[in-house]
């Protein structure tokens, strides 16, 4: 069944939480940011200067000075210099204009009347103005008079060349720092994240996870947190430094041209808009794409859990087909996502941005615009409106990971919001372990009860045997006893405490279990039998194992107890694997001992090994048995006959062997013909 988690209300708020507590980074951040956009927002506007300045400035009237004055240009006999670089005092009658047609340069000896446009065309100099036109003979300008009226412009352009390079750079140092101490954060937010969804895990009970399967937790840690640090990384950072960019630039604009700037104005609206309609859209599908990618992982890990049989059994075909349904599922719901994403993607971006430039050229060639525009100031727009379209670019290429991010994070949060119980750093003293169940009552589900009123008590030092066909109830004893599972019927105790005035960590301290089938972790066998707690000496790990009698089994391989362990033990044998997860329980003492069918998939001699041991080890200490071969429970204290819940019988093996009922029927059929068949 696929599960669909959507991001909730509070879902950015909570982010934000994770946010703050690096907001002193994220701030430094934000202010390198701005100074790295202000540094290249002045860029333009020095293009701009250089441009109608320096570049075209010589188009400008000149006047007539004396020789040899500052900045001044020597032509046809005479000195000139621009009229808005003249100083007080400065300046005769004399005037001169320099007119470009083409590749050519003209002089035109008189200032061109205000607003007048003029064209040169066979030799001859049109001046054109409200009042009629003028027309002049003129002869083109060499190259060295050209140059000569260039020749004072050149200093300033490269000073205002260095500056903008210089501003690049500057510009360049504040982004690499920003974009550092984000993306910085943005991991330590994730990592934080991670390390919360990880230990909530810890503190979820029992049946959160007979409910959801691994792989969808698993999913839900590595997956989806990282799509939330994606969030962090690309998605903030993009949509920060775009607002900063486009409120920049605007600005800029603004100071430019409050003409041009009101081209630039729709952009915010559309972009808002365009967001919107996105997540409206594409949420809905990105909810179902985790979901989906949830319920991929969970079927990859239960195929790799159950490889063995698989094959055994021939389903390879059947589970590859299985597969590849839920990865056409994905893959259809990607592909409606693609086909959303191109139709918002920065092409229709590209397409608005060209149609304002077609708006901004053809009213800039028209005759109200074009007089007020300068060449310069239009160059400054086209960049500042390449520019503001870079952040919406960014902006609008990361609406799929910001939805991906939401869904993903609602799911994390789902997660954490699930009601778990904090981890007991207290230790207790070690009690005794005298159990007492009174009218026990209890159901995993509504009311399908697995125990009805059981009743029993197990003194300091007793071997407790728990019997019966398998949904019997045996297993759910010992989780009500580990408190996996609390009652709401009836009372268990613990040396006349009842277990649920126990916190469940102190309760486990003095508690070992060994079940059917041992779970080992990465490691050597020395760190499985420890556990890697610090108060479980070598020499305890050593002891443990020589009282299992599986120290010397151990010693023959090539580094001994410290002979790696890969994944749950898949190089050890279940007997070998069965007497590390024995000796782990013995190794932290416990008053409580739990064998959960420990012997049953052990050989005969691994078997003959732990029973000698077990005759020693439960001197002084509470042990439960649930077995399947009854021939292992024969020195039991207390055997305990359970049917559908209820204990049909009790007594020790001889009290149960007089009796003759189903202990005595199920012994009979295990020891018929010495075949050893287990009861199931």
Known sequence: MTETTTAGPGTGKRLLRYALFYKKPILIALVLLALAVCAEMVGPLLAKR???????????????????????????????????????GEGGAGRLSIVQEGMSFYAYPDALPEGSDAAV????????????????PVEAMS????????????????????????????????TYGQKLMLQTTANRIVQRMREDVFAHTQRLPVNYFDNLPAGKVVSRITNDTEAVRELFVAVLANFFSGIIYMAAILGALFVLSPTMALFALPMI?????WIYFYRRVAGRYNSIIRAKLSDINAMINESIQGMSIIRAFRRQRKTAEEFQQMNDEF????IKLLKVDAWTSHNLVNVIRNIIFLIALWMFWGDDLGKLVTVGVMYAFIDYMNRMFQPIVGIVNQLTNLETARVSAGRVFELLDEPGVDVDEGRMPRYKGEVAFENVTFAYKNDDYVLKNISFAARQ?????????????????LNLLFRFYDIEQGRISVDGIDVRDIPKQQLRQHMGIVLQDPFLFTGTIASNVSLGNPAISREKVVQALKDVGAYEMFLRFPQGIDEPVIEKGSTLSAGQRQLISFARA??????????????????TETESIIQRALDVLSQGRTTFVIAHRLSTIRAA??????????????????????????????????????LGVKVS
């Open 331 to 334: 893959f259809s719901y990607k």
């Open 121 to 136: 065309a066979d030799g001859v100099l049109t001046v054109r103005t409200g009042a009629g036109s003028i027309e002049t």
């Open 586 to 603: 013995l190794a932290y003492d416990p008053a409580i001992l739990i064998l959960d069918e420990a012997t049953a998939s052990i050989d």
């Open 143 to 174: 190259r060295e008079q050209v140059y000569a009226f260039y020749k004072p412009e050149i200093r300033p352009l490269l000073q205002l060349a260095a500056a903008y390079f210089g501003l690049l750079i500057i510009a360049a140092f504040f």
């Open 269 to 273: 609206p559309i972009l808002i808009l």
């Open 461 to 477: 030092g007793e071997t407790v045997a728990l019997v019966g066909h398998t949904g019997s109830g045996k297993s759910s004893i």
């Open 50 to 88: 250089m441009i109608d300045n320096n570049i075209l400035g010589i188009e400008r009237t000149w006047v007539e000075v004396e020789p040899g004055t500052k900045d001044s240009v020597a032509y046809d006999g005479m000195s000139y210099k621009r009229i808005d670089r003249l100083e007080p």
């Open 637 to 674: 204290d207390q055997i305990l006959v359970l049917d559908r819940g209820v204990i049909v019988e009790r007594g020790n093996h001889e009290q149960l062997m007089d009796h003759g009922g189903k202990y005595y029927a199920m012994y009979q059929l295990q020891a018929g013909e010495g």
